[in-house]
């Protein structure tokens, strides 16, 4: 892999992966843009103790363009974006719009090819795997950071989540605090330690291994699961069969295996309701251990991915008991959204 650093109009980092070197990412950003200033604010709720963030700025984000301006298509004569080069493989930069920035956090987009009107299913393994190596890269950069204690990788896909850009791309946020879902997990895997001795994760992987029925894809080195307690319709958890606290830590075997198990799970994803329905929305993302937790070696790295579409034309809203009380109620069997998920293998 090839990582070529440097600089937008308005002095935010732009960061180019190439599977192989030669080429020419020297093209200038030639944007008028003023320099970008954070004033994003983080409060604590002191009741249920956790933290959330404003930002206001992101009010005026770019909002569905049409396809001849996506910011994120390569540059292209005097249409201009947010890539100079007039092509690229995987390029990484600094969101324009942050959640957080400056000493309280970093936020990046991820374009994972150029083409527009692709997706990351249509990805060859060798363009997934370039981006897993982006993912590692950026995980460990941000970790080197003194305002992150935890990276998320992630990916909105389809309006229906909210994203506002049709361009394919995902996300990377390095909070600048442990956020509620992962100090939930950590408590519950510090507790089950005390208690018994074991490894919650380990032992609710070996568990679904066991049981079969909620297990959608297994690899030598990947298990992909719908868990026993899923919150979503459609929801998978996939684990490398080793427990490992972060992306840094897979090995060349793990990273070989990973782009044809999490593409064939997205295609699946995509054939859930059948051709009519269209592509499926979802939030895919990586949980990985927090930098400076003392217990980090417990915690197992995975990746969730769930789909808010619940049959081809209806969607899971959170209503009251979701939204209110933090209680979900769903209304797909964990063991029957398996079992479509493996019905739906891509040919």
């Excluded at 769930?306 to 069997?333: C, H, N, Q, Y």
């Amino acid at each position: 892999m090839r990582k070529t650093s440097t600089l937008l109009a308005d002095g935010r980092e732009l960061i180019y992966y190439d599977a192989v070197g030669g080429a020419d990412r020297s093209a200038v950003d030639r944007r008028p843009l003023p320099k970008t200033t954070s004033r994003s604010e983080i409060r604590h709720n002191v009741l249920l103790g956790e933290r959330v963030g404003y930002a206001a700025h992101r009010q005026s984000r770019t909002y569905h363009p049409p396809a001849d301006q996506c910011p994120l298509c390569p540059t292209v004569g005097e249409r201009l974006s947010e890539i100079p080069a007039d092509s690229y493989e995987v390029a990484v930069f600094e969101n324009r719009f942050p959640s957080f920035g400056g000493d309280q956090g970093r936020c990046e987009v991820v374009c994972f090819t150029s083409d527009h009107g692709a997706s990351f299913a249509d990805l060859t393994e060798e363009q997934a795997a370039l981006v897993l190596s982006a993912w590692t890269d950026r995980t460990d950069e941000l970790s080197r950071l003194p305002g992150v204690r935890q990276i998320y990788c992630f990916e909105n896909r389809g309006a229906e989540i909210g994203v506002t850009l049709a361009h394919p791309h995902g996300q990377i946020y390095g909070y600048p605090f442990v956020t509620p879902f992962t100090e939930r997990m950590m408590s519950a895997v510090a507790e089950h330690r005390r208690r018994t001795g074991g490894n919650l994760f380990d032992e609710q992987v070996a568990a679904e291994r066991a049981d079969g029925s909620r297990v959608v894809l297994q690899t030598p080195h990947w298990i992909a699961f719908v868990p026993h307690a899923a919150r979503w319709p459609y929801e998978v958890h996939l684990y490398p069969a080793r427990r490992v606290a972060d992306l840094r830590e897979l090995d060349d075997a793990e990273r070989a295996e990973f782009p044809g198990i999490y593409l064939e799970l997205l295609r699946r994803f995509d054939r859930l309701f059948g051709p009519d329905a269209g592509p499926t929305p979802y939030i895919s993302g990586w949980h990985q251990a927090p930098f400076e937790a003392p217990d980090r070696s417990d915690f197992a790295l995975h990746l969730e991915i769930f789909t808010i579409r619940r049959s081809a034309d209806k969607l899971k809203f959170l209503a009251g008991s979701e939204s209110g009380m933090g209680a979900f109620v769903s209304d797909v069997l964990p063991e029957a959204a398996a079992a479509r998920l493996r019905e739906v293998a891509s040919e």
